[in-house]
């Protein structure tokens, strides 16, 4: 599974910025994972921001961007895109397009470990939001 971001930049705080991944390999093994997006701060940790799993296209949020950041996807495309609207300046980060098992993308998984379930990590794309 190979995966690649676009569409970072630099934004103002309360502005909004659109990241596309598009992903691709074979039907098989893009039929197995669900999409996520993480973010790594500097000095941070990297951590889980929204994934997308099922065939209805369920969503889950971190709480800090819950109202803020929306998650789709076009599955005939194989895109998935993340909407980021009123920006804070703690959002700056490298954000990762990342080919995640089902089980971290769930109503359970992702409130339990939304890392370790990640098998395929696209290459980053920088988001900066200036104050």
């Known amino acids: 599974v190979q995966l690649v971001e676009s569409g970072g930049g630099l934004v103002q705080a309360g502005g909004s910025l659109r990241l596309s991944c598009a992903a691709s390999?074979?039907?098989?093994?893009?039929?197995?994972?669900?999409i996520g997006w993480y973010r790594q701060a500097p000095g941070k940790e990297r951590e889980g921001v929204s994934c997308?799993?099922?065939?209805?296209?369920?969503?889950y949020y971190d709480d800090s961007v819950k109202g803020r950041f929306t998650m789709s996807r076009d599955m005939a495309k194989k895109m998935v895109f993340l909407q980021m609207n009123n920006l804070e300046p703690e959002d700056t980060a490298v954000y990762y397009c990342?080919?995640?098992?089902?089980?971290?993308?769930?109503?359970?998984?992702?409130?339990?470990?939304?890392?370790?379930?990640?098998?395929?990590w696209g290459q980053g794309v920088q988001v900066t939001v200036s104050s």
């Open positions: 997308i799993g099922d065939s209805e296209g369920t969503t």
């Open positions: 990342a080919a995640v098992r089902p089980t971290s993308c769930s109503s359970y998984g992702w409130y339990v470990d939304r890392i370790s379930g990640v098998d395929y």
């Open positions: 390999g074979t039907p098989g093994d893009l039929s197995v994972y669900a």
